[in-house]
């Protein structure tokens, strides 16, 4: 998360689908992956506006609980600031996380999106998480390794008002 675009439409985005979660009974935490340099302030100023807890160094969690990875431009290859891997959001599954998401705007402008999006969820699929994706302007990559939670997590966003043919499962 870059701090010269705290507030934009992407962010709006962020705290509708942490809001649903949230309403679904799970405490929402955010790995903010920031790039720039953040006061406290501006950091406490994000994590309200989008309604999620930042992570305070646990490892292990417990109870109803989901991630949001927020990079600027979103799942890449390989790790680096502006991008998060498969494997890192296996990895918060494996720490006990019910839900891990991501914002994700990293396609290849010359290639498909929607073959570059079924890609992404293969290699989900082969870490054994389950995923599908919300489809817009601002996508963004959900995952699980509940197919059942997926499920629970799609209905009651079809249910919030968003159109079913936004999403994109394998």
Known sequence: ???????????????????????MGYQVFVDPMFT???NELG??????????????????YSGKTAIFLDPDTGIGRNPTKQHATIGK??????????I?????Q?????????????????LLKKEGAAGFYYDSHA????SSKSPEVLEN????LVTAGLPEKRFINQ
């Open 1 to 23: 998360m870059n701090s010269q675009y705290f507030g934009d439409s992407f962010d709006i985005v962020k705290r509708f689908f942490i809001g649903n979660i949230r309403e």
């Open 36 to 38: 720039d340099e953040w």
């Open 43 to 60: 950091k406490n100023k994000f994590y309200d506006f989008i309604g999620a807890v930042p992570l305070k160094g646990l490892t292990t």
């Open 89 to 98: 959001i296996v990895n918060y599954l494996q720490q006990g996380h019910a």
């Open 100 to 104: 891990a998401f991501s914002f994700d």
């Open 106 to 122: 990293s396609f290849s402008r010359g290639g498909d999106a929607l073959e570059q999006m079924d890609k992404k969820l293969s």
């Open 139 to 142: 996508c963004f990559l959900f």
């Open 153 to 156: 997590l799609k209905l009651h």
